[in-house]
């Protein structure tokens, strides 16, 4: 795992969104797999200025979102659906039939979780997934227990991400405890990987994935087996890491070298 530590939130959004800049600069058709929550809000906001700047265009691109709420159709404020075209689709220059999320309102969802994974791959795979993280450890959906080999599926919610995400919903509202998520399987085919995490509140979950047991209870910690997995994270989130001064030197002379080759 390549593991950058940056001093804020905004940093962190700043080095996420020009890998992508970079990424579609390369391959103008590339397929993105993204995320939704709070972390890639700002990530997004660097996307659109970039399209906006014509440094870079969607209109080749085709997206994946990771997961979605079993239960809640795509005009629901809470869906991951909305949240897509409210914080990216709506201000870039994409086709949204060529954006695609698990469908949530699925009549049968366990074929819709067969369909979603045909569709990746007959877009020719992703070629970078972005990720947030869960306090508990979660990628996608993938609550703790899941099988680091797992495909798209129906997932149930864990208490605690129940309790994270009811922010967002009003009181009294339906708050969906089933969801349909790519797999940690899926996760792990995307040909790069791009993890974010801010703040203390993840300092855990960072830990766990990067100085932990490979494991099931840590879901995140599968990117352990990655190629090409890259963790930008703050300085709050990096917190409990016991190497940290290492993990600095090692991305200081990974600069160095790229620098070298110009690259
Ligand atoms: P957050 O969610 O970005 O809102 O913290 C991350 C996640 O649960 O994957």
Same mark, same amino acid.
Request: overall charge neutral; hydrophobic content about 40%.
């Given at each position: 795992?390549?593991?950058?530590?940056?001093?804020?939130?905004?940093? !962190?959004?700043?080095?996420? @969104?020009?890998?992508?800049?970079?990424?579609?600069?390369?391959?103008?058709?590339?397929?993105?797999?993204?995320? %939704?929550?709070? %972390?890639? +809000?700002?990530?997004?906001?660097? /996307?659109?200025?970039?399209?906006?700047?014509?440094?870079?265009?969607?209109?080749? !691109?085709?997206?994946?979102?990771?997961?979605?709420?079993?239960? /809640?159709?795509?005009?629901?404020?809470?869906?991951?659906?909305?949240?897509?075209?409210?914080?990216?689709?709506?201000?870039?220059?994409?086709?949204?039939?060529? %954006?695609?999320?698990?469908?949530?309102?699925?009549?049968?969802?366990?074929?819709?979780?067969?369909?979603?994974?045909?569709?990746?791959?007959?877009?020719?795979?992703?070629?970078?997934?972005?990720?947030?993280?869960?306090?508990?450890?979660?990628?996608?959906?993938?609550?703790?227990?899941?099988?680091?080999?797992? =495909?798209? =599926? !129906? *997932?149930?919610?864990?208490?605690?991400?129940?309790?994270?995400?009811?922010?967002?919903?009003? +009181?009294?509202?339906?708050?969906?405890?089933?969801?349909?998520?790519?797999?940690?399987?899926?996760?792990?085919?995307? *040909? *790069?990987? +791009?993890?974010? @995490?801010?703040?203390?509140? *993840?300092?855990?979950?960072?830990?766990?994935? !990067?100085?932990?047991?490979? %494991?099931a209870a840590c879901p995140a910690s599968a990117l352990q087996l990655h190629q090409d997995a890259v963790l930008v994270i703050d300085e709050a989130a990096a917190s409990k890491l016991t190497d940290c001064d290492f993990y600095k030197h090692i991305e200081a002379e990974n600069q160095k070298l790229l @620098?070298?080759?110009?690259?």
């Open positions: 795992m390549q593991i950058v530590i940056l001093k804020d939130s905004a940093s !962190v959004a700043e080095y996420g @969104a020009n890998i992508f800049i970079k990424q579609l600069q390369k391959k103008a058709d590339s397929v993105l797999g993204l995320a %939704t929550g709070s %972390t890639p +809000v700002s990530l997004y906001q660097g /996307l659109i200025a970039a399209n906006k700047a014509k440094q870079i265009s969607f209109a080749g !691109v085709k997206t994946f979102n990771l997961d979605e709420y079993l239960g /809640l159709e795509g005009t629901h404020p809470q869906s991951y659906r909305y949240f897509m075209n409210e914080q990216l689709f709506d201000h870039i220059d994409i086709d949204k039939s060529r %954006t695609f999320v698990p469908p949530g309102d699925a009549e049968n969802p366990i074929e819709a979780c067969q369909g979603y994974e045909e569709q990746i791959k007959a877009a020719g795979g992703i070629d970078i997934q972005l990720l947030g993280i869960g306090r508990n450890g979660h990628i996608g959906f993938n609550e703790p227990s899941s099988g680091l080999m797992s =495909r798209t =599926r !129906v *997932k149930t919610l864990t208490k605690a991400t129940i309790d994270d995400n009811a922010r967002f919903f009003k +009181v009294g509202e339906y708050q969906p405890h089933l969801s349909i998520t790519m797999g940690i399987g899926t996760i792990l085919d995307a *040909k *790069k990987v +791009v993890l974010l @995490a801010t703040g203390e509140n *993840k300092a855990d979950a960072i830990k766990a994935t !990067v100085e932990g047991a490979l %494991t @620098a070298k080759l110009g690259l």
